[in-house]
């Protein structure tokens, strides 16, 4: 979903991806396990041209999923 106002664009997205690679930062090799994350990245123009992204991202939901953090009980 994309939506625009005036010099400014915000765009939801969602990947899924398969763990087939390590991820040396958390000690941990290919699972082969699918994962799915979503975000909204907005966006800021002037002249044409980017001047500002500012992301965010489910990335707790993601550790969750891959078990490297606990659910969060409650």
Known sequence: ???V???SAG???TWNAVHSGP???FGTQPTGKR???SGMTLYEF???LVVRQTE???TLGLLQQA????PIEG
């Open 1 to 3: 979903q994309i939506v």
């Open 5 to 7: 106002e005036g010099d």
């Open 11 to 13: 765009v939801h997205w």
């Open 23 to 25: 991820l040396p930062l």
């Open 35 to 37: 994962y799915r994350m």
């Open 46 to 48: 002037a002249d044409d």
């Open 56 to 58: 965010f991202s489910d």
């Open 67 to 70: 078990g490297l953090v606990p």
